[in-house]
């Protein structure tokens, strides 16, 4: 599961690598993750006393995975679980 609270950090994954991200691609796609950060934050976080430190830059050039990491999920079933379907809050 994902943690926005967490700097550089996923479960036991720890470094800038792990840091909780979004990457926008033009000045509108900011403005709107910003917004529905500080909406999650004021409705979700704030009253847990967390703080949402997911950092939201300018997406760069973007290069795939090599082969061995294509369908991640499904070679390696046992690592990390995908909840991007739903919300858990």
Not at 22 to 51: C, D, L, N, W
Request: aromatic share 8%.
């Amino acid at each position: 599961m994902h943690d926005p609270t967490t700097p550089n950090r996923q479960g036991g994954d720890i470094g800038a690598l792990y840091r909780s991200a979004i990457f926008t691609h033009s000045p509108e796609q900011a403005r709107i993750a910003r917004r529905v950060t500080e909406e999650v934050q004021a409705k979700h976080f704030a009253p847990k006393g967390k703080k949402i430190v997911t950092e939201i830059a300018e997406a760069g050039a973007w290069y795939d995975a090599e082969d061995k990491h294509q369908l991640y999920l499904i070679k390696n079933s046992g690592g990390y679980l995908c909840s991007t379907h739903r919300l858990h809050w």
